[in-house]
């Protein structure tokens, strides 16, 4: 059969091949100009120094002496100490007092960002500060201290990270903590090429049956590791068209009985193809491997492991490279690629996919959190049952970068300004092409003309599905079924008055927040007419983040807490994220449930759930209007709390930090949950006892021990528990100033009393009710004072765990309970669930008309400040237990 094309010329814009030579030619110009592409912004600054000079690697760096405008302040000072002081940038450093930033003006686009620090000589045991870009933080407050001290103050620390920037300039901001100083020997800002990171990866989800496309765009990401697989270290120097990285050996890395073995290199055979830029990895990588070899030592059963420690609840991209170095043939070695135990290629063939050996290739993948797992596997091996000629695998470099999260930030969370950042807003802008001639834009829309032409002549205009992208959180499609995965920084698009103008998550994927994952996205408009326009009739309390207000949604068929952030507050963007940010992944009984939030013209609100009776401290002695509790409500609403924070301690891995009576609030039914986790921090790492951080709580509830040594544990949170349980037995503040010296603290007091068998003396009057079955049995209040006692331990190691004090206090529940019984009130008391369930009102309990007056922080009580650091970052666990 004979097709009539007609008369046309293929040189004529009008054949249908016109456009694919088209296509093609461009293409092939832009892989040679990728193969030749430079930096176009290469900075190296050596802080603190007075003259240029050639580091060990032959890159030349500027001293910021020499240019005042770049950075204002600071002093410069020699004083270094170790192996690290004898080359630069590590011979001298910058002291800062106060917030300076360095600024650069740069090309739009993708930069690396890499910051060197030298131990100072007596001085670095007083650095703790934080890094940013704009509201990015790079680095939390400590962390540069604490990695000082982990190699025993003499080797430098070097942080590196990649940003995209929209803009023309960009400053890199150091931010002291108070009574400390930061600190800064070198700063590298260097071009990227524009598809340096690929936009489109294979997702690896802990969740999802198999692996899809995903888009992701304006990501901040931190280098973790950057791996030689089979070959040896790769100086900065070394590396291809001027990107300076290092690349290490894989040996540390390596797990398992299969090691495997290297592979003869075959670097100067290494041929880049037009798909492959020399920029993406140097020959040096290609041309060296590891495989399983002939090893006598293995079998074709066995994988090639390696294992990264990374931190819980951050997305990780995952760059793997490869390039066949010994078969030229298809079909002789074909092998399997996992990671974290998902199938991420399955029967790679190198020479099928290259169609050459020593050619270059690359994967990358996007891998979501596992439920608190602090290591990320990757393995590598031969695929069973395949007609591959030999059972073996190969693998050539690893890149492993974390991504931002929520708040933009990949070393937790930190004050940062609250303003449109510099590095630009990422997931809504697609940058510049860097290095192409003036006519590349103009050829780029050619060619997409050209497509859609091609498309509306031979497919009729049909349009194909797109790969699944991840936007925006608050997108205003919530039933959408491809959800968003945008990184930028929610600070950034704060106040842009655009239900698509806040940050996503990658972590809410999934989440049972709702399918946007942060919860639901609420107009101003539909906020002001939820509160009747923030009537102050319907004001629940005042808190550091601003006013809460009782709101109705849904039509009047939803009750919620509406808390609108206050302008003038010292609170606000930090606490805004951070609220979002873990109540959205947290789910269960016993802590508030956040419903969505608001961010339209420069408003932060969000949305909870109404807790109809407020706080537990108004029920013991905060108002007047409310009946005491009896004995067994108070058992209840203690062993609810108790649960909701063993679910944070064991499920989650966060430490409250501010546990008190006022962040215990109760629903209609007095069921306990626990609010406010403007404080709270993650947990310590599982090889870790501890949390080194700047003391934060509430006075009365703090535990002394972390006040002392500034270690944070979760028993922090028993201690503070322990006050509360306190509280409850005695009906007065943790702290009252008026009583004589001896009572002012509550803790000190009720131990005393306790320890020496006076502890009915200092009970609540009101529980004491004889001849009612709401009388307090005395074994059960002696239950709760022994495990009281034991939470206010001196020492935290002595304290028992939330585990432990949940027994004891559902024995102390049960023991109420059958004497009750014993009274002949088969079904009295609140008749509820014995486990700390629902629970009746108490009889009488006024509630002002259906809204409980609060005078405390509802769903408040911050006291964040700008060393907060790491909190909400690693979250494990989405779901109740």
């Not at 990285?245 to 894989?250: G, I, V, Y």
């Not at 498309?455 to 599905?465: L, Y």
Request: net charge neutral; charged share 20%.
């Amino acid at each position: 059969m004979r097709i009539d094309r007609g008369n046309r010329p293929i040189s004529r814009p009008d054949h249908p091949l016109f456009f694919f030579i088209v296509l093609a030619s461009f293409l092939a110009l832009l892989g040679r100009s990728s193969a030749q592409w430079k930096p176009q912004d290469v900075f190296r600054i050596s802080c603190g120094e007075s003259r240029s000079a050639i580091d060990g690697n032959g890159l030349e760096w500027t001293p910021d002496a020499e240019n005042p405008r770049l950075v204002a302040g600071g002093t410069p000072t020699n004083s270094t100490r170790g192996t690290s002081g004898t080359s630069v940038p590590y011979r001298a450093a910058r002291v800062f007092t106060s917030p300076a930033s360095y600024s650069f003006s740069i090309s739009p686009g993708r930069h690396w960002v890499r910051l060197h620090f030298a131990p100072l000589a007596d001085a670095s045991s007083r650095a703790r500060f934080s890094v940013a870009i704009g509201s990015r933080l790079l680095i939390a407050n400590s962390s540069i201290a604490e990695d000082i001290a982990a190699g025993n103050g003499s080797s430098p620390v070097v942080r590196e990270f990649t940003i995209h920037t929209s803009g023309t300039a960009v400053a890199v901001t150091l931010t002291p903590s108070a009574s400390f100083i930061a600190f800064v020997s070198g700063i590298e800002l260097i071009s990227m090429a524009r598809d340096a990171l690929s936009p489109s990866v294979v997702e690896i989800s802990p969740e999802a049956s198999e692996s899809r496309q995903v888009e992701i765009a304006g990501i901040l990401a931190r280098t973790l590791y950057r791996l030689n697989v089979g070959g040896d270290l790769i100086a900065p120097g070394n590396d291809s068209s001027s990107q300076a990285r290092t690349w290490l050996p894989d040996e540390p890395f390596l797990q398992g009985v299969a090691r495997g073995v290297p592979v003869p290199p075959a670097v100067p055979d290494i041929v880049y193809p037009a798909t492959v830029p020399e920029y993406i990895a140097p020959r040096g990588v290609y041309g060296t491997a590891r495989s399983l070899g002939g090893s006598n030592t293995v079998t074709n059963a066995f994988n090639i492991s390696w294992a990264f420690s990374v931190a819980p609840g951050y997305a990780h991209y995952v760059r793997l490279h490869f390039a066949e170095l010994v078969y030229s043939s298809p079909m002789q070695r074909i092998f399997s690629v996992y990671i974290n135990n998902r199938t991420a290629i399955r029967a790679l063939d190198l020479i099928q996919q290259t169609g050459a050996a020593n050619t270059p290739y690359y994967r990358d993948f996007l891998v979501l959190p596992v439920d608190g797992l602090a290591n990320l596997r990757l393995q590598v091996g031969p695929l069973t049952g395949s007609n591959s000629q030999v059972q073996d695998a190969i693998l050539n470099g690893v890149e492993i970068f974390r991504l931002n999260d929520s708040s933009g930030s990949v070393d937790g969370l930190a004050v940062v300004p609250r303003s449109s950042d510099s590095g630009g807003n990422g997931g809504h802008h697609l940058g510049v092409i860097i290095g192409c001639v003036a006519g590349g834009v103009f050829a780029l829309v050619a060619i997409a003309l050209a497509i859609g032409f091609f498309f509306r002549c031979c497919k009729g205009g049909g349009k194909k599905p797109s790969a699944s992208s991840w936007q925006a959180l608050g997108n205003g499609h919530p039933h959408h079924h491809h959800h968003a995965f945008s990184l930028t920084t929610l600070g950034s698009t704060m106040g842009a008055g655009s239900p698509r103008s806040a940050a996503g998550s990658y972590y809410n994927a999934g989440s049972a927040a709702s399918a946007g994952g942060h919860g639901r996205y609420f107009t101003l408009q539909e906020i002001a007419e939820a509160t009747n326009s923030f009537d102050e009739a319907r004001l629940l309390g005042v808190g550091g983040f601003g006013r809460v207000y009782k709101g109705e949604i849904d039509n009047g068929t939803l009750e919620v807490a509406v808390k609108r952030g206050n302008p003038r507050s010292e609170q606000g963007i930090a606490e805004f994220q951070a609220e979002i940010g873990l109540l959205s992944k947290l789910r269960h009984r016993h802590l508030v449930s956040l419903i969505g939030y608001c961010d339209e013209q420069s408003e932060m609100i969000l949305v909870y759930e109404y807790m109809a009776r407020g706080p537990l401290r108004g029920h013991l002695y905060g108002t007047e209007d409310l009946q005491p509790l009896s004995w067994r409500h108070r058992l209840e609403i203690l062993v609810g709390a108790a649960r909701g924070l063993h679910y944070l301690h064991t499920g989650a891995a966060i430490i409250h930090r501010d546990v008190k009576t006022t962040n215990i609030l109760l629903d209609e039914q007095l069921v306990a949950k626990v609010s406010d986790f403007g404080l709270s921090k993650t947990g310590p790492m599982l090889d870790q006892t501890h949390v080194s951080t700047a003391v934060k709580g509430s006075f009365g509830y703090l535990d002394p021990e972390y006040f002392r040594r500034q270690q944070l544990t979760d028993k922090s949170d028993v201690y503070s528990f322990g006050v509360v349980m306190v509280e409850v037995m005695c009906a007065r503040p943790a702290i009252d100033p008026a009583l004589p010296r001896e009572q002012v603290n509550i803790a000190e007091w009720a131990m005393s009393a306790q320890r020496s068998g006076r502890l009915e003396e200092i009970l609540d009057p009101t529980l004491r009710r004889p001849g009612s079955d709401e009388d307090a049995d005395m074994a059960s209040v002696r239950k709760v004072g022994e495990t009281a006692d034991k939470c206010l331990q001196e020492n935290g190691v002595q304290r028992p765990s939330m585990g432990d004090v949940l027994w004891n206090l559902e024995s102390a529940l049960h023991i109420q309970e059958a004497a009750q019984r014993r009274f002949g009130r088969e079904n009295g008391g609140a008749g509820g669930d014995a486990g700390g369930g629902v629970a009746a009102p108490a009889a009488g309990a006024v509630e002002n008309g259906g809204a409980t007056s609060i005078t405390d922080d509802y769903y408040d009580g911050y006291s964040e400040d700008a060393s907060a650091s790491a909190v909400f970052s690693q979250l494990v666990n989405p779901q109740g237990r």
